[in-house]
C-alpha cells in the first residue's frame, strides 16, 4: 500500500482500503479516503461524486477500521 495509512473505511456497501496522501494515489472514478487539511477524514471519488456513488449523505454511520 504505497503511499496509504492501513486503515479500513466503510460506509453502506462501500469499502476503502487504505488513507491516501493525494487524490493522484488512486485511479480516475476509484473510492479513497483522505485527511483534508482542516484534519477530517473526508471520502471521496477521484473525478466522482462518493455520496451519489454509495447513496451517502450527512449523518451516514462510517465505520473507522
Not at 23 to 42: E, M, P, R
Amino acid at each position: 500500500m504505497s503511499g496509504r495509512e492501513k486503515a479500513t473505511v466503510r460506509a453502506r456497501g462501500g469499502r476503502i482500503e487504505g488513507i491516501v496522501k493525494s487524490y493522484s494515489d488512486v485511479s480516475s472514478g476509484q473510492l479513497l479516503a483522505i485527511v483534508g487539511s482542516a484534519g477530517f477524514l473526508k471520502i471521496a471519488v477521484r473525478d466522482g461524486n462518493a455520496a451519489e456513488r454509495l447513496g451517502v449523505r450527512v449523518g451516514t454511520e462510517v465505520l473507522l477500521i
